[in-house]
């Protein structure tokens, strides 16, 4: 059965992409660094395998792969981290702590995608989860965008590289997830978006027609209406 890859699925965005994945009958390969939270997430789900471990490091995404085997139709690289919170300004930003974010954004996802490239399916579509802080500049957020941005790069070369697969960016815009609370430590985020409302626009990318390139979760499902 071809098999999905989709890194970061204990909660937020990645678990709820996985639910509808699960949904539709897809066979899902799950990760997360939290092993208790992947556990209560997926524990006795059909369909679903869970190996816990972290994106950057070289051992667990070859277990990713193994688990997935040979026949992977979509790999799914959501999993990243923020860096310190409270957000610093770039003046301060501590070297070390924004390796471990290139290491986990960048490296990680693209370690993965070297690895799933001789199993992949003929068609099968990589998706590379994005931010707005990777092509805009908002106060703080420069070890976090700068991460997004190079993920990006990256990722419209791959594409260039490989016309023979669906490869995307996609933002999923502003949403009600613990990353996001981090970056706003005290405040009320209460007004942003489920995750659940920008499923429809990756299905759109899954499961469409769509070429390689940039997209914005939220408007994909209007422009299929349009």
Do not use: C
């Amino acid at each position: 059965m071809p098999t999905a890859i989709v890194t970061g699925a204990s909660r937020g965005l990645g678990l709820e992409l996985t639910r509808a994945l699960v949904a539709r009958g897809r066979r899902v390969v799950v990760d997360s660094r939290d092993h208790d939270a992947l556990g209560r997430a997926w524990s006795g789900v059909h369909g679903v395998v869970t190996v816990a471990g972290d994106i950057a490091d070289p051992a667990h995404r070859l277990a990713l792969v193994e688990a997935a085997g040979r026949d992977i139709d979509l790999v799914v690289n959501n999993a990243s981290i923020l860096g310190p919170s409270p957000l610093p300004p770039l003046a301060e930003y501590p070297l070390q702590e924004l390796r471990r974010v290139f290491e986990v954004n960048v490296l990680g996802p693209l370690g993965l995608i070297q690895l799933a490239v001789p199993w992949l399916s003929p068609g099968a579509r990589i998706l590379d989860i994005t931010s707005d802080a990777a092509v805009e500049a908002y106060e703080g957020w420069g070890g976090y965008g700068s991460s997004k941005a190079a993920l990006e790069q990256l990722t419209s070369v791959l594409a260039a590289e490989r016309p023979d697969l669906s490869i995307y960016t996609v933002d999923p815009g502003d949403m009600r997830t613990q990353m996001h609370q981090d970056a706003f430590p005290g405040e009320d985020i209460s007004d942003r978006p489920l995750p659940e409302e920008s499923i429809p626009g990756l299905l759109e990318l899954i499961e469409g027609d769509l070429p390689s390139g940039r997209y914005r979760a939220r408007d994909l499902p209007l422009r299929a209406a349009a």
